[in-house]
């Protein structure tokens, strides 16, 4: 009963049409790519309280992070995240620090390879997308178990929205890739978006992201400030802000 109260609310009063993912800071759906892009010169500057459930297995803790984000052109965006690391886990606590004393820091681009409906009426947007694509930990091997690379990824994302009636639905398929073998995301991730008519800034997301289902909902108030909640496996609450400043 509980559970139902929960994913009830999310739908109804969580508080746009593109979204912030919480994990990376980039445009896309809650954990899963999309091929959507932010409008020209869009600044997104953001944080988020992350679940330990939606981490990499390096953070058996909960943690936070935060972003900045610039889409340069309708074609390329560019991000640069930190994730908090405690003291503890790093072994610093017998020299006197504990807490949140560190961070893992990474970039993540996007390019568009193709708009929706370019050539054709039916024709999906295509991006193409990598997060922490590389590392001078562990060799330098790219995303691998010994090197850092704790959030990378390789992916190419296809979307296409659909009109039901005066209703708007988004299909979101993509394909990602990478090495590591604690924390693969490697397969088929799919998404489905929606964004009412009645509050038009409101949309609700259900993914699978290549290993695990979740459930969510994001909100643009006053067409700034972003919030958005995800129930990772339906049961793991991560939820974030982030604000919009657009230079054109």
Not at 144 to 169: D, L, M, P, Q
């Amino acid at each position: 009963m509980i559970k139902k109260i929960v994913i009830t609310s999310l739908f109804l009063c969580c508080t746009i049409v593109l979204s912030a993912q919480l994990t990376y800071g980039t445009t896309g759906l809650l954990h899963v790519p999309s091929a959507e892009m932010q409008r020209d010169k869009t600044v997104m500057l953001g944080g988020n309280f992350m679940n330990k459930e939606i981490t990499p297995p390096t953070w058996y803790y909960h943690t936070y992070n935060y972003y900045l984000n610039v889409t340069f052109f309708p074609w390329l965006e560019v991000a640069y995240t930190c994730t908090l690391f405690k003291a503890e886990a790093l072994g610093l606590k017998p020299y006197g620090y504990s807490g949140f004393t560190n961070q893992d820091r990474y970039f993540s681009v996007r390019l568009r390879a193709l708009k929706e409906g370019q050539f054709w009426k039916y024709m999906p947007a295509v991006v193409l997308g990598t997060s922490d694509p590389f590392t001078s930990s562990g060799g330098g091997e790219i995303g691998s178990t010994n090197g850092n690379g704790y959030y990378s990824r390789f992916y190419i994302a296809a979307t296409k929205h659909f009109a039901i009636g005066s209703e708007e639905v988004g299909i979101h398929l993509s394909y990602l890739y990478n090495k590591r073998k604690e924390y693969k995301l490697n397969g088929v991730a799919a998404g489905i978006s929606y964004n009412p008519t009645f509050a038009p800034d409101l949309r609700v997301i259900a993914e699978y992201d290549s290993k695990d289902f979740a459930l969510g909902a994001t909100y643009l108030l006053f067409n700034h400030l972003h919030m958005q909640v995800e129930l990772q496996r339906m049961k793991y609450f991560t939820g974030g802000l982030a604000y919009k400043i657009y230079l054109k």
